[in-house]
């Protein structure tokens, strides 16, 4: 089978975010990074991934589920769609999720923490398996019926499941575009584990930020209504912050077909999906209170044949804001420098194409052709990228 000579598809972003906490910590305060000995905002890889991950879920129609309660998801599935007793099907769910070699646990009574509930099984590993695989363990149930309904209820880790190891687990190792792009770490299950074929980094800013406190209230309709007493039903506080920020991820296209066994039909398909997911998509925290909705300032997507190349570096400076203020311009300025510099010094003979749009109007040399629209130049990407050796299409 010809193959294509890239190897790696990169993909630079530049976005500008109003005030917005688009990925709080365990104290809800907005996540930061030293980067030159400045602070910077940052939005963590696996936030904005999950964004990402339920942009290409959409374009792609298909789905993925990442549980520790895989069995109530059997359970749900056999009472709404088969009918099932909800004793039986209780009991059907849990041998579905204990069956396989994760270890459980039961849950425990929310009323009386020292009780468990019987049948209530939670994997200790996060099972991550394309949505069809419920339907799946619901029809493995189904065919063992008469020994679900002869079974004993699960009341301890230690209790054996009656459906059939090999079954359960082949159907743990099943996968779908989602998981052949994004991979998946399931340890306990041999030969369940997938390499993901992206790597998503850290956004940062490009720039100093400052986190602000944002003190609000909220009225009490009655009080206000009656006028009887002064001041507010709450009050309290949280953090936003507001910037540039570089985003960047690298789409290995050898992992990715290596994860499709080998044929390419799918290919350019899942490589579309995803650099369109990765453009479109914002992580959703305090999007009521904030609708920071922005599109990327620009977008540069370069094709190469040797290895990943972040330009993160080119704001190792913080940028300064432009006279007139506004980060994005000399944003857009320090990518385009850096690009130049760095592919100068590695050299260009291991770029097969590169390109970018944006709504800067003037020509930023060292990021390659001009695209009018996202479009046009995911299209001249991929081309690029999925022509094989020999001329053909991969």
């Known amino acids: 089978m ?12 530049l976005q500008s975010v109003p005030f917005a906490n688009l990925n ?159 991979g998946r770490m399931l340890a306990e299950v041999d030969d369940a584990g997938v390499d993901g074929a992206v790597q998503v980094a850290h956004a940062l800013t490009t720039h100093m930020t400052d986190v602000e406190l944002d003190y609000f209230s909220a009225v009490d309709d009655v009080t206000a209504a009656w006028g009887d007493s002064s001041g507010s039903g709450h009050m309290g506080h949280a953090e936003f912050s507001a910037g540039t920020f570089y985003r960047y991820a690298t789409l290995d296209l050898r992992d990715l077909a290596h994860n499709l066994n080998g044929t390419t039909s799918e290919l350019a398909e899942l490589a579309h999906a995803f650099l369109h997911a990765f453009i479109i998509s914002l992580p959703q925290a305090k999007k009521n209170s904030t609708a920071p909705h922005t599109i990327p300032d620009l977008v540069h997507l370069s094709v190469r044949t040797d290895r990943p190349l972040s330009y993160a570096a080119a704001f190792e400076h913080p940028v300064t804001a432009a006279p007139q203020g506004g980060y994005a311009a000399p944003s857009r300025d320090a990518l385009a420098t850096y690009a130049r510099a760095a592919n100068t010094m590695l050299g260009t003979h291991n770029i097969l194409t590169s390109g970018w749009t944006s709504l800067e109007t003037k020509t930023l040399d060292g990021l390659g052709t001009r695209h009018d629209a996202y479009a046009d130049l995911l299209t001249a990407a991929l081309d690029a990228a999925l022509t094989t050796q020999d001329g053909t299409t991969a």
């Open 2 to 13: 010809p193959t294509a000579p890239a190897r790696f598809i990169d993909i630079h972003i």
């Open 24 to 182: 709080r910590d365990d104290t809800n305060s907005v996540k930061t990074v030293q980067y030159g000995n400045t602070l910077r905002t940052r939005v963590s890889s696996q936030s904005w991934k999950r964004a990402v991950r339920t942009a290409f879920e959409e374009h792609i129609g298909q789905a993925a589920l990442r549980t520790r309660r895989i069995g109530e998801r059997v359970t749900q599935l056999l009472t709404t769609r088969d009918g099932w007793p909800q004793e039986l099907a209780e009991r059907a769910g849990a041998h579905a999720a204990a069956a396989s070699s994760i270890k459980f646990e039961l849950a425990k009574n929310p009323d009386d923490p020292k009780q468990i509930v019987p049948n209530k099984v939670l994997t200790n590993a996060m099972v991550y398996v394309p949505d069809s695989a419920v339907t799946e363990l619901a029809d493995l149930a189904t065919e063992h019926r008469q020994a679900l309904e002869n079974a004993k209820d699960l009341k301890k880790p230690t209790d054996k499941s009656v459906l059939p190891k090999e079954h359960v687990e082949k159907i743990l190792r099943s996968r779908n575009g989602v998981i052949n792009l994004f």
